[in-house]
């Protein structure tokens, strides 16, 4: 079992940048990869960006050269750097552990003039 806490959400205008965090803690030495999801508003969630063994990586076409994912194993945290931001990329962003089905609480993007 993990527990996740996603931050670093936020209102941005277009063509800005935020950097998203996902904390996990309890069990993680067994994690072998996360997927960052988003759920924009009225629509259902959608996978982003995953990252997994040692930094592959594979994204959504629709980030694809906007948006990066990485992690940093000496705190347990995975990020989601986020540039070029447009309004279609307003949603709830979570994270998730591969193997495990607990979700955090996932942290809000507002994209908006």
């Known amino acids: 079992q993990v527990q996740i806490v996603e931050s670093g959400g936020g209102l941005v205008q277009p063509g800005g940048s935020l950097r998203l965090s996902c904390s996990v803690s309890?069990?993680?030495?067994?994690?072998?990869?996360i997927d960052w999801y988003r759920r924009p508003p009225g629509k259902e969630r959608e996978l982003v960006a995953s990252?997994?063994?040692?930094?592959?990586?594979n994204y959504a076409d629709s980030i694809k050269d906007r948006f990066a994912i990485s992690r940093d194993p000496t705190k347990n945290t995975f990020y989601l750097q986020m540039n070029v931001l447009k309004p279609e990329d307003t949603a709830v962003y979570y994270c998730?552990?591969?193997?495990?089905?607990?979700w955090g609480q996932g942290t809000q993007v507002i994209v908006s003039s």
């Open positions: 998730r552990v591969w193997g495990s089905t607990d």
């Open positions: 309890g069990n993680v030495s067994s994690i072998s990869g």
């Open positions: 990252i997994w063994g040692r930094g592959a990586t």
